[in-house]
C-alpha cells in the first residue's frame, strides 16, 4: 500500500505518523494528509518528515491505495461524504474511529475491504496496543500488510468487530487511565511532603518496571501482587484502603460507562 491518505489528522493520526516515520516504514512523500483546518502543528509534521498537506485538495484520494478515516464520530459522515466520489474502488479503508461501525463506512463509502482499528496514542513511540478487525472484503494480502504497518507502531491483534467497544474502553482510552492514575498519585504524594520531580520520577519508573514485569515473567497480575505485599505491612494497608473504597468496583464502572459511551457513538452517527 504505496499511497497513504489520512482524512483528519489530529492527535490520534499525528501519533501514527510519528510512530510510522520514526521507524521508517512508510515513504513521508507517499503520505497526504487532508485536514478540515490548516493547523500549524501540521505545518511542523511537513517540515519534520516531509509528509504533504492536502487540505482540501480532494483529487489526491484518487490515487489512494490506503484512505486512513481520522476525524471524530461526529464528522463522519461529513468526511466520507468529501471523499466518496474520488475513492477508487480498489482503495482500501481503514477506520480508526470510536464506535462507528462497518457497515456505516460501507453505506459512505460502498461496499469494499474496510478494517476497523483501535490503537491508542503510545503508537508515537512505537508502543500502541492496537486491535484490528476486518469486514469480508478484506483479503489477506491486504490484511497483511495492515498487519505489518500497524506492528510498526507497537502491538496489534485481530479482533471480532463486536469486541472493538469494550477494547476502545480498555485500551484505546487506557493510556488517560494511566495518566491520570499518575496525576493523582502525584498529587497524593506532594500533599505529603514529597516533591512532583521525585513523586513522578518513582511513579513512572515503577509503572514501566511492573508493565515489564507482567510481560516477562509468567506470572499472573495477582500472584506479582502478593510478591510485594507482606503480611501486615505497608502495601496490605495501602490495598486495603483501596478495596474498601470499592477501587475494582470504580474501575468496572469506567470500563463500562466507556464502552456505552462507545456504542451510543456508533448509533449516533449513522
Ligand atoms: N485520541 C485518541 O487517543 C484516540 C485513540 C484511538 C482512536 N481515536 C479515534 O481517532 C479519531 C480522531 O481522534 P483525535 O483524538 O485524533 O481527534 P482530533 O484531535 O479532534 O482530530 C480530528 C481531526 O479531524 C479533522 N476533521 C474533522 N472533520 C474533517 C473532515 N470532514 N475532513 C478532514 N478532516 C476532518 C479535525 O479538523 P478540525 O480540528 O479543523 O475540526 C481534526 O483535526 C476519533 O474518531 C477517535 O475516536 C482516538
Known sequence: MKTIVFVGAGSMAQAMIHGWMKEATVSPENVYIMNKSDQEKLASLNET???????????????????????????????????????????????????????????????????????????????????????????????????QLLKTIGSVIEVEEDELHVITALSGSGPAYVYYFVEAFEKAAVASGISSQVARELLVQTIAGSAEMLKQSNETPATLRKQVTSPGGTTEAGIEALQESGFADILARCLNEAATRSRELGKRYI
Open 49 to 147: 518528515y516531509g509528509v504533504q498537506l492536502v487540505c482540501e485538495n480532494r483529487e489526491i484520494v484518487k490515487t489512494a491505495d490506503l484512505v486512513i478515516l481520522a476525524m471524530k464520530p461526529k464528522d463522519v459522515q461529513d468526511g466520507m461524504n468529501s471523499i466518496a466520489a474520488y475513492l477508487p474502488p480498489t482503495a482500501v479503508v481503514l477506520s480508526i474511529l470510536a464506535g462507528v461501525p462497518m457497515d456505516t463506512i460501507e453505506q459512505g463509502l460502498g461496499k469494499r475491504p474496510i478494517a476497523r482499528c483501535m490503537p491508542n496514542t503510545s503508537a508515537s513511540i512505537g508502543m500502541s496496543a492496537s486491535a484490528v478487525a476486518w469486514n469480508d472484503k478484506m483479503e489477506s494480502k491486504e490484511k497483511a500488510e495492515i498487519i
